[in-house]
């Protein structure tokens, strides 16, 4: 069974800094990986997606790297400003492009996220 | 292009009522999602859709639950009878087709509390 952990629980910096959230899951059998943002009392945005043959993906401030031998993604955010304060959350989808009318096709495992406050 | 719509954003019953959710994905998505969110964790898978059929329902409890994507295009989860223990929020998702390597998108949830 899929397990997805994210560390830090919580984050609070300072305007400006970088920094970055970490995601590791226990099955490298993966087909991508995705991270969202949540805001409070909100859906999920999707941030960016990695594909399994991807090592990383670049928008804007964000980048996101994945190491799937290792199991881990990190998700850097540079010169973090305070609209960036929400939670952060990662999800992996089984390998399946060969089985997608499998059930476990799409089955996104998501982790408990990363609750991130950047402060003025 | 609109996102995924879902209604009402809250719902608030008394337990053994019934409740239902209701869920339109972004136009032309073929796989429908329905997750549940508890407060501090990540979503949890309840049911996928492939058009109108229901592929993957093994995490939904059947005893009180139930789905339906009438027409491949929206759908409805419906809860009857309601407990405490379904205070949640609701999540619905679409994606378009394994081509896009399922990038799933998803609307703003319903906030069900159950007194």
């Known amino acids: 069974k899929q397990e997805v952990t994210q560390i830090p629980a919580a984050l609070s910096v300072p305007e400006g800094e970088n920094l970055v959230l970490n995601c590791s899951f226990t099955?490298?059998?993966?087909?991508?990986l995705q991270w969202f943002r949540q805001d409070p009392g909100k859906g999920l945005t999707s941030l960016l997606l990695?594909?399994?043959?991807?090592r990383e993906q670049t928008s804007g401030r964000l980048n996101a790297s994945l190491d799937k031998s290792s199991g881990r993604s990190t998700l850097y955010i540079a010169a973090s400003q305070p609209g960036d304060s929400a939670t952060y959350l990662c999800?992996?989808?089984?390998?399946?492009?060969?089985?997608?009318?499998?059930?476990?096709?799409?089955?996104?495992?998501f982790g408990q996220g990363t609750i991130l406050t950047v402060h003025p | 292009e609109a996102g995924v719509v879902q209604s009402p954003r809250y719902k608030i019953i008394e337990k053994k009522q019934p409740v239902a959710f209701w869920c339109n994905p972004i136009?032309?998505?073929?796989?429908l999602y329905w997750y549940l969110q508890n407060l501090g964790q990540g979503p949890e898978l309840l049911i996928r859709?492939?058009?109108?059929?229901?592929?993957?329902d093994s995490q939904l409890p059947k005893d009180r639950f139930s789905a339906e994507r009438l027409k491949g295009v929206d759908s409805t989860l419906k809860i009857q009878p309601a407990e405490l223990g379904d205070s949640a929020v609701y999540l619905c998702?679409?994606?378009?087709?394994?081509?896009?390597?399922?990038?799933?998108?998803f609307g703003p949830g319903t906030r069900l509390t159950v007194l």
């Open positions: 990695i594909q399994s043959s991807q």
């Open positions: 099955d490298s059998a993966i087909y991508n």
């Open positions: 136009s032309g998505h073929n796989t």
């Open positions: 999800a992996v989808s089984p390998r399946g492009l060969g089985n997608a009318g499998g059930t476990s096709y799409g089955k996104l495992t």
């Open positions: 998702a679409s994606s378009l087709d394994p081509a896009s390597y399922n990038e799933q998108f």
């Open positions: 859709y492939e058009n109108e059929e229901a592929v993957d």
